[in-house]
């Protein structure tokens, strides 16, 4: 397989074989590896989870990718497909973005995609929680949902992946594991939130674990 030596370090997925390039050698893994555009160090530790050990995720910061990418789509999809769409362009690799939003019923569909910035551009997870159960309120109606969208760029073709969980919000947070809204969002099924119910248990049946699985499924029916 031939490639171009490029200035920056990067790794392309084949679904055979791996290659490593920089400006001076070229060297060919046997391991399967593929890259997660995202530096949240929450996402990274789910999805290398979830994929273990099929896969091995390489995030932006391996790739010295420290970028501010913008995230000013107006869906989910939209956002996934910018920040896959900016890795791929600059770094010429095959890649996946993911966007995660929680859907509140009662506040029609809010947070939404602007579930980490909800209280502001800090992105502060307590501060989010707190004005959501704020705006929630005693509404009867806690009916919620957790949206995944995995953006798959690869072989010059984009794909799309989604997971969804249903649930409820809490009137109080509980737990301790887990980021984000983990401590309020109760899945169906469940008496405890996905912040008490730990991360073996969530990486089974999340929002994103669903994303995840379904990316796999197609990763393996191309090889």
Do not use: W
């Not at 993911?98 to 502060?124: F, I, K, Q």
């Not at 009916?143 to 409820?168: H, P, Q, S």
């Not at 049946?205 to 090889?223: D, G, P, T």
């Amino acid at each position: 397989m031939f490639l171009k030596h490029l200035q920056y370090l990067f790794f392309v997925y084949n679904p055979k074989f791996i290659i490593f390039a920089n400006q001076r050698k070229s060297i060919i893994y046997s391991m399967k590896k593929i890259v997660f555009a995202t530096n949240n160090s929450h996402k990274l530790s789910e999805v290398r989870a979830i994929l273990a050990p099929c896969y091995e995720i390489i995030s932006l910061a391996e790739l010295n990718c420290f970028d501010d990418i913008p995230e000013t789509a107006l869906t989910l999809e939209g956002n996934a497909l910018l920040k896959a769409n900016y890795i791929h362009d600059k770094y010429s690799c095959d890649c996946f973005a993911d966007d995660t939003g929680l859907e509140v019923e009662a506040l029609n569909g809010e947070p939404g995609v602007y579930s980490a910035r909800y209280a502001g551009d800090a992105n502060d997870a307590k501060a989010n929680m707190q004005k959501l159960l704020t705006n929630l309120g005693n509404n009867s109606n806690r009916k919620a949902c957790f949206r995944t969208v995995i953006t798959l760029i690869i072989n010059g073709e984009t794909k799309y992946f989604e997971g969804k969980i249903d649930g409820e919000i809490a009137k109080t947070p509980s737990g301790t594991v887990g980021f984000g809204y983990d401590p309020i969002f109760i899945p169906t099924g469940y008496n405890q939130s996905f912040a008490e119910l730990g991360s073996n248990e969530k990486n089974k049946i999340s929002h994103r674990a669903l994303a995840v699985k379904k990316l796999v499924e197609y990763l393996k029916s191309n090889q």
